[in-house]
């Protein structure tokens, strides 16, 4: 396969790091790799990065605090590797905004998989046009609108409010949903084909953080509301835009 993303895997084991960089170099990927937060900013700062894969437990700096301080000022894409222990720490992350998570032992497969969609996410998002006359595919509700193609959300002044991958396929779900009750199982199944176990808090993050860039009361949602002892019901109807 040939493609021009570039790859940085951060890692402190050297195994993982060999793994994942000669993985995605036979599948064509440009990969850098680094084994401390330290060192994979140093990269960034000297390279155009597509995805990271991110270790969340480092020396020194935390994965969790690198995906914090990148997410305010960047939108690469982030996917946090987990051990299949660190459920918290998951969250937090989804939390911090990482794009996507995976789980150690990994099947690198679906890292690829994964990294596929997200990069084209990213390219999407980052591509600088002067004047961007391409059409979009915009579906609106309330006094949003949702640019598919950017995973963007554009208020009533036209300012817009980027999405992680994570948000986006919520949002999108549940506006497809729109109107019918769905189930976290339900919501995890179609958004990502996830591992899940009955306590998963993935779906209710990912509802927090979508809430608030909806300006959707917690304490009084009404675009977004919880069915106790259920799930999630989207209430607005969307409607496609020419």
Known sequence: MNTDARILVVDDEELTRHCLSSYFEEEGYTVF???????????????AIDVILLDIRLPGKDGLTLTRELRVNTEVGIILVTGRQDDVDRLIGLECGADDYVTKPFNPREILARTKNLVRRVRHCTDQKPTDSLPHTLKSFERWKLNLDRRQLIDEQQQTIQLTEGEFQLLNTLMVNSGRVMSREQILEQIRNREWVPSDRTVDVLIGRLRRKLNDDPANPRTILTVHGTGYLFTPKPVDMP
């Open 33 to 47: 790799t680094a084994d401390t937060a330290e060192q994979a900013e140093a990269i960034l700062r000297s390279e």
